[in-house]
């Protein structure tokens, strides 16, 4: 199943974040440009032609989030989106983090296209 087809899962907190082999997997299942930051968070950092297109794409990623109940830190200039996603509860990643980045990249298409 693709990961942008799956739902979040909340994180109760306890469980230990993924790490090794299991982070590598699921970041060869994202599109370029993801970065696994010291096995913590993973980072992305989106281009448009505007400020108009970013703050766009920031209102369809922030539904997202919200949607899926996982809130990532998002920043906005002109020009670009940076996002980064952890699981604030562990303190590292869940496979729910690379499904919420892989719906990231789902939703700049129709923005691009």
Known sequence: MELS?????PCRGGAPPLKGQELTGLHDQLNDGWEVIDEHHLRKEYRFENFAEALAYVN???GIAEEQRHHPDIYLAWGKVRAEIWTHKINGLTESDFVLAAKFDDAVAPLVG
């Open 5 to 9: 087809s799956k739902t979040c899962v």
């Open 60 to 62: 369809r990623i922030g």
